[in-house]
């Protein structure tokens, strides 16, 4: 440790000043310190010199042996215990040397923290006071560190994911809410973006501190449940240039599995520290939506659930997104094509995939996908040295925004067609299109919108037996549809030998669906015709 510090501390050691240093003393106080109660050479800085001039010297004591050690064996005159004694005293310096580096090395690689020495502070007791939109924390109310170490935390914790690209799709990888992460960890400050978005510039990488009781939210959150962070101090929110983002005091988060009990877990984490919780989506034919949960409708609020652009944003002071940029709005387009929700991808998802046609496909799903794979191959291997024809694949993967988009699809033929359009799996727990809305914009369509309109019934098959879901198993990674190789007995063969390697057929009147039997819940019906 000690040889290894000695060159990067001797490029940071300010030149002597011969000509104006009256005295050698003065030096010594700059490298050395005098420790002052109250002044600028704190007791802990005075540590950190004291413990660099050591490596140093350490440094010095090690080159000092090597030289001995060189002399003593050319000096040796071919006598044995000369040249013995030389090699002992080369080789424990050398492993002296060797030891101190992996040290410092090790150390370095688990925590940089733990080769300096910090300060130690109690954390300072200030008044809480109450206001309208939530509550200001005191500095350490519920706080289990400094900044840079609850931003540590969070990056080493599995359930948190840090998106390293902006939801608008602006490059600016400086201000990710990943990169301001990570600036944090090493107390560094965030950054803001530094982009402009339908006319609303952000505040162009301005150096923003984050609240620490706003990251200790986001670190109980993933604590409790895996999910994404998409924006910090980054994005283009709001004109304002006290928006809670811009100022390190707010953040955006998608949770993986999007459920009234999560919603309601993240509320409580945020209010516990002081913050306002509020829900966010872009439901078809209205504006953006925003909704302030407060505790009795954190864990009823179903609007947003399952629509695009789902996310909770945390607050603490500062002014929130309802002053948003355009950019985070959505205007109503007055034809019927408005109620179909955004999808930028293929008009129809490739069927056949195992999570490598999404670049930002979040890990968790990833691992669930490879499960299922692994399962699936295994049984149609043992499925055919039973003399069976191959099963073949019919659909794995499918993003969530594509799955809502399909869905919306579905649920305009359904009320055109004056059918139900809230059945359907998972349906129970979001929002659906108005039906009135919808007839009354399909009664004014133009022709041309029509047409388009059955061109997308006619490529996703809308007018099938099965409901599209509103949250499928198929964007969680946990699902797959096979084309049915048999028909009566033996396909229910097939579904009770499917158990034996994990996976569950749990959807009634959806033949060829299988799921990740342990991702279901305890009890499910496996055996579903």
């Known amino acids: ?8 501390f001797a490029q940071n050691m300010p030149a002597y000043d011969y000509a104006t240093k009256a005295h050698v003393s003065s030096e010594i106080e700059t490298f050395l310190c005098s420790p002052k109660i ?85 954390p300072a007791m200030q008044a809480v006071s109450v206001g309208t939109t939530g509550t200001t924390p005191s500095t350490g109310a519920g706080v289990s560190g400094s900044a840079a170490q609850i931003a ?68 109980n959150i993933g604590n409790q449940t895996p999910i994404t962070v998409t924006e910090i101090a980054g994005g283009v ?33 945020i209010s516990a520290l002081g913050g306002t919780t509020i829900v966010e989506c872009d439901i078809p034919g209205q504006s953006h939506t925003e909704t302030t949960l407060t505790a009795s409708n954190a864990s009823t609020y179903n609007t947003c659930i399952g629509q695009p652009g789902y996310h909770i944003h945390g607050q603490w002071g500062g002014v929130d997104t309802t002053a948003a940029a355009p950019a985070q709005t959505q205007t109503p387009s007055p034809g019927i094509l408005s109620f179909i929700l955004p999808w930028n991808g293929p008009e129809v998802y490739p069927q056949i995939d195992w999570g490598n046609s999404d670049p930002n496909i979040d890990p968790g799903i990833k691992a669930n996908l490879n499960e299922l794979q692994n399962d699936f191959n295994s049984l149609n291997q043992n499925w055919q040295k039973e003399g069976h ?19 919306s699809i579905w649920e305009i033929n359904a009320i055109i067609n004056n059918q139900d359009n809230t059945v359907g799996y998972q349906c129970d727990q979001t929002s659906h ?45 946990i699902a797959l549809d096979v084309l049915s190789p048999v028909s009566g007995s033996l396909y229910t063969q097939l579904i009770k030998e499917s158990q034996n390697y994990g996976l ?12 990740l039997l342990d991702k279901l819940s305890a009890g499910t019906n496996c055996n579903q015709q």
């Open 237 to 269: 929110h709001s004109s304002s240039p006290t928006d809670s983002h811009y100022t390190g005091n707010g953040f955006d988060i998608v949770p993986n599995n999007i459920s009234l009990s999560v919603q309601g877990n993240a509320f409580t984490a």
């Open 504 to 515: 569950c057929h749990n959807i009634a009147g959806d033949q060829p669906h299988y799921a």
């Open 152 to 219: 540590t935390s969070i990056q080493n914790t599995t359930n948190i994911t840090l998106m390293n690209s902006h939801p608008s799709g602006q490059s600016d990888p400086a201000s990710t809410a990943k990169q301001n992460i990570a600036d944090v960890a090493q107390s560094k400050p965030a950054q803001n973006s530094c982009y402009t978005q339908n006319g609303i510039t952000a505040p162009c990488n301005k150096n923003v501190s984050l609240n620490p009781s706003m990251l200790q939210a986001i670190l």
């Open 389 to 407: 024809s191959a099963i073949q694949l019919n659909q794995v993967y499918r993003p969530q925004s594509y799955q809502a988009y399909y869905r």
């Open 1 to 8: 440790m000690f040889f290894s510090y000695a060159p990067a």
């Open 38 to 122: 109250g002044g600028s050479s704190a007791l802990y800085q005075c540590i950190n010199q004291l413990y660099k001039f050591a490596i140093v010297l350490a440094s010095v004591v090690g080159v000092f042996f090597i030289v001995i050690a060189g002399y003593i064996y050319m000096s040796s005159d071919g006598s044995s215990e000369a040249v013995d004694k030389a090699k002992d005293i080369l080789t424990s310096t050398i492993t002296a040397i060797v030891i101190l580096l992996a040290g410092y090395v090790l150390l370095n690689a688990l925590n940089p923290d733990l080769i300096q020495f910090h300060n130690v502070n109690p």
């Open 433 to 477: 299109l108005d039906p009135a809305a919808v007839k009354a914009a399909y009664s004014q369509a133009s022709a041309a919108d029509k047409q388009t309109l059955q061109t997308k019934f006619n490529a996703h098959q809308v007018s099938g037996p099965t409901p599209a879901g509103c949250i499928s198993d198929h964007a969680s990674g």
